[in-house]
């Protein structure tokens, strides 16, 4: 989903949820060495800081030189600006094959979809996930299916496989205005605007404002997520 992020790098590394820590730390226990973790499509950097942690050199590389721009900065994370290729599924696939040839490294996907917040705001957030389908790229599909159709030719070591995507939750604190942030960062609004339709006119936003509780009002909710892990 190359480049989807691009004109809205910025307001992405405000609006966007951090992935929990413990995330790492239980990926590192399974590899017995630590030297060299690939953070593939690194966006903003918060995986490769998180990978930081427990490897000695991330290479972090992005198609988006746009979301480089804003990487976060780390003496053991190597940005690298890749080309479009790398991109595609059965291209990524091929060279992470070729990576994992050496005993002991491990290949992980995750993504989230859903605000899970209540039983008002949850339905105009799926509504509102609906009407942004026809301007979303072809593989969103299989984040919007939380990877249980994503083709993942890996052997499972206990952390999903392929079709049974290991079912996560992202814990975040925010106020509406961070919600309406992290609306208007998703690439399909962005998308439909640069085809002249505006997926977030004042009346949705109010909705959301009515559903969430009130503009000034802090709340904590999760984000549904979904993980594959698994080796050669």
């Given at each position: 989903m190359a480049g989807l992020f691009d004109k809205q790098a910025e307001i992405y590394v405000e609006a966007r949820p951090t992935y929990p820590k413990e995330w790492y730390s239980k990926l590192a226990a399974l590899t017995p060495q630590h030297s060299l973790a690939w953070d593939a499509g690194t966006g903003n950097g918060q995986a490769a800081l998180g990978h930081s942690e427990h490897y000695q050199q991330v290479v972090a590389t992005d198609i988006s030189e746009e979301q480089l721009k804003y990487a976060i900065q780390h003496p053991r994370i190597r940005y690298m600006h890749t080309p479009t290729l790398l991109s595609e599924d059965e291209m990524f696939y091929s060279l992470a094959k070729r990576l994992?040839?050496?005993?002991?490294?491990?290949?992980?996907?995750?993504?989230?979809?859903?605000?899970?917040?209540?039983?008002?705001?949850?339905?105009?957030?799926?509504?509102?996930?609906?009407?942004?389908?026809?301007?979303?790229?072809?593989?969103?599909?299989?984040?919007?299916?939380?990877?249980?159709?994503?083709?993942?030719?890996?052997?499972?070591?206990?952390?999903?496989?392929?079709?049974?995507?290991?079912?996560?939750?992202?814990?975040?604190?925010?106020?509406?205005?961070?919600?309406?942030?992290?609306?208007?960062s998703y690439s399909a609004v962005i998308r439909a605007k640069d085809q002249g339709v505006d997926m977030l006119p004042e009346e949705v936003i109010k909705e959301f404002e009515r559903a969430w509780g009130g503009s000034d009002l802090v709340r904590t909710f999760k984000y549904e997520a979904f993980m594959l892990v698994g080796k050669l």
């Open positions: 994992l040839r050496k005993p002991g490294g491990i290949i992980a996907v995750w993504a989230y979809n859903r605000m899970l917040v209540n039983p008002e705001f949850d339905p105009v957030f799926d509504r509102f996930r609906e009407n942004c389908i026809p301007f979303t790229h072809p593989n969103s599909k299989y984040v919007r299916a939380g990877y249980k159709t994503l083709p993942f030719p890996f052997e499972s070591v206990g952390m999903g496989r392929e079709g049974e995507p290991l079912t996560l939750e992202i814990p975040k604190e925010v106020s509406f205005q961070g919600v309406e942030r992290m609306l208007r």
